[in-house]
């Protein structure tokens, strides 16, 4: 399936450097499965994102948004 993630981080520290509000988003084709681990490791994993992202250090407040794309047939 197709999803579109949005990752969006505020008040947070990159390589030492301070950012007021950093937004990503990118389009991937996932199984469903894998998409319910995901949210389900957000959700659980204390520090999810400084141990994945090299140079994040510090993240002030952050959320990911994962939604369904309807293909066009």
Same mark, same amino acid.
Do not use: C
């Given at each position: 399936?197709?999803?579109?993630?949005?990752?969006?981080?505020?008040?947070?520290?990159?390589?030492?450097?301070?950012?007021?509000?950093?937004?990503?988003?990118?389009?991937?084709?996932?199984?469903?499965?894998?998409?319910?681990?995901?949210?389900?490791?957000?959700?659980?994993?204390?520090?999810? $994102? +400084?141990?994945?992202? =090299?140079?994040? @250090?510090?993240?002030?407040?952050?959320? $990911? +948004?994962?939604?369904? =794309?309807?293909? @066009?047939?």
């Amino acid at each position: 399936m197709k999803v579109k993630f949005t990752l969006a981080m505020d008040d947070l520290t990159v390589d030492d450097r301070h950012y007021d509000s950093v937004t990503i988003d990118w389009v991937s084709d996932v199984a469903q499965e894998e998409v319910l681990k995901m949210s389900q490791r957000w959700i659980s994993t204390q520090n999810f $994102l +400084t141990r994945r992202m =090299i140079g994040l @250090q510090r993240v002030g407040e952050s959320s $990911l +948004t994962i939604e369904p =794309i309807e293909e @066009q047939v």
